[in-house]
């Protein structure tokens, strides 16, 4: 990567912007729409876990930025997907189911 190009969204003028590497954040509104009418939310529209990434609904986690108390890294998240996935291959298996 060499440039990233920006555009003036006022005037329509486009340029490039020398750089070496790209941080992109996709947003931090949790999109959890679907969910809300399934599982609790927090205020913020985040779902709420325990810490195995389990929701009161059994068979139901949530992991990553979605989760409430997320720390809103990618390291996060995927700690976050391997305990839900413990938590589900547990779940699976022997059909416990605590939150």
């Known amino acids: 990567m060499t440039h990233v190009r920006i555009k003036d969204e006022a005037t329509g003028t486009e340029s490039d912007l020398a750089a070496h590497g790209v941080?992109?954040?996709v947003g931090l509104a949790p999109n959890t729409g679907?969910?809300?009418t399934l599982v609790p939310v927090d205020a913020g529209g985040r779902i709420v876990v325990d810490?195995?990434?389990r929701t009161p609904e059994r068979g139901v986690c949530a992991a990553g930025n979605v989760?409430?108390?997320s720390p809103h890294r990618v390291t996060g998240a995927m700690g976050d997907g391997a305990a839900a996935a413990?938590?589900?291959?547990?779940?699976?298996?022997?059909?416990?189911?605590?939150a």
């Open 67 to 69: 989760r409430h108390g």
């Open 23 to 25: 941080f992109t954040c």
């Open 34 to 36: 679907l969910s809300r």
């Open 51 to 53: 810490a195995a990434m």
């Open 86 to 98: 413990a938590a589900i291959d547990r779940y699976l298996s022997t059909g416990e189911w605590r």
